[in-house]
Nanobody, 123 residues
Framework: QVRLVESGGGSVQAGGSLRLSCVAS????????MGWFRQTPGNGYEKVAL????????YYPDSVKGRFTVSLDNANNTAYLQMNSLKTEDTAMYYC????????????????WGQGTQVTVSS
């Protein structure tokens, strides 16, 4: 059974940094692909960082490019999302998700999700 557990969210002022963690069980990040997503009330999921090739190729939307970095700690089967230069518009619930296949850019290709961790950025 796949289980993903996020942590590291919290409240931070604009310009600050946070690092989110996602620990996986029943799923090996190094052999698969995964992603970080976020959601605000009343809106759908937005991709914020993907490891979407078997070689570790990454994807970032323009909204976070240059500020967010996704990485893996294979020894601990943990994914991280380093978020720098946070903006108020980054406020959201953040989720990590495991992809059913690599080269997955559609949310429907992610079939296991964590419970989420809240990030709040104040001005």
């Amino acid at each position: 059974q796949v289980r993903l557990v996020e942590s590291g969210g919290g409240s931070v002022q604009a310009g600050g940094s946070l690092r989110l963690s996602c620990v996986a069980s029943g799923y090996t990040f190094s052999r698969n692909c995964m992603g970080w997503f976020r959601q605000t009330p009343g809106n759908g999921y937005e991709k914020v960082a993907l490891i979407y090739t078997p070689g570790g190729g990454t994807y970032y939307p323009d909204s976070v490019k240059g500020r967010f970095t996704v990485s893996l700690d294979n020894a601990n089967n943990t994914a991280y999302l380093q978020m720098n230069s946070l903006k108020t518009e980054d406020t959201a619930m953040y989720y990590c998700a495991a992809a059913r296949k690599c080269y997955a850019l559609s949310i429907s290709d992610y079939n296991h999700w964590g419970q989420g961790t809240q990030v709040t950025v104040s001005s």
